[in-house]
């Protein structure tokens, strides 16, 4: 059944079972014209490509000179090692968060980098949500994360989010959107010990994408069946695997090649604070 703080969504949609957003049970949107029925199809990702850090310096002669860096920068000539683990303590995302596993991620990570801030308060204070269908999942986080019935949000939402966060406490990191990379490139952030909430599915399992709406703006909004977030910790070649802190199941070693295909299937969406 559908919850009363659902109500307003359910009044501009029209909406089915599904699964998605890191839970079990979730209501979703009904208008399928679109569907994707090859749950093997990479996903075509509508974001923006990397972002870079921009730093402005004085300097004594009172010029101000512009510094402009990537994360990325030196990927070219890394070498990477054959395994490498950053600790991290996982945070679950329920009960307190049934559908918000994006928040829930990006509190592990804030936490892992020392800043003192709760899922809920995280949630509460600076994610943008929206229940009447009015935006995409890359303005904000669709539906409600403390009831079960949201569906969730993509990586600019979280970059925007971790931004906001990191400005109120004026803290001198920022959000870094690196989405668009290749999977190697992930590994190259773990060896600097920079975890890297990354999108995937629940458990690694298919997905399916659907046409839900078309905002006020004319911009159309997908949502990804089996949507995931989790925070990429660790790799080891070795025995090809990756660690991620899962806030459904807590620190956990997944396959490396299926982790992979997922990424990319998701649009290889993936940020970094740093």
Known sequence: MIRNTFAALALCCVIVFVV???RSNVHKINDLSSINDSQDDCIEPSLTGTDKIVTTQ???DGVVSTTEKS???????????????????????EPE??????????TALLNYLGYSIDKVSLCDKFLPIDVT???????????NPKDGTGFGCYSPVIVKTAQDYLSSVKSQQSAVNISGCDFQQLFMQIEKNRPVIVWTSIGLVNIREYYCWTSPSGEEAHW?????????????????????????????????ELFEYRFNQLGKQAVIIY
Do not use: W
């Open 71 to 93: 994360p990325l920068d030196g990927m070219d000539t890394y070498v990477h090692s054959t395994n490498y683990n950053i600790p991290v303590n996982p945070i679950y995302q």
């Open 224 to 256: 990804i069946e089996n949507e995931h977030c989790v925070l990429l910790t660790g790799f080891d070649y070795n025995n090809s695997t990756v660690t991620v802190c899962d806030p459904l199941r807590g620190e956990h070693q997944y396959s490396m």
């Open 133 to 143: 269908c009015t935006k995409t999942f890359n303005e904000a986080y669709i539906g």
């Open 58 to 60: 004085a300097t004594s």
């Open 97 to 106: 968060l049934p559908a918000g596993c994006e928040i829930t991620t990006l």
């Open 20 to 22: 998605g957003c890191g």
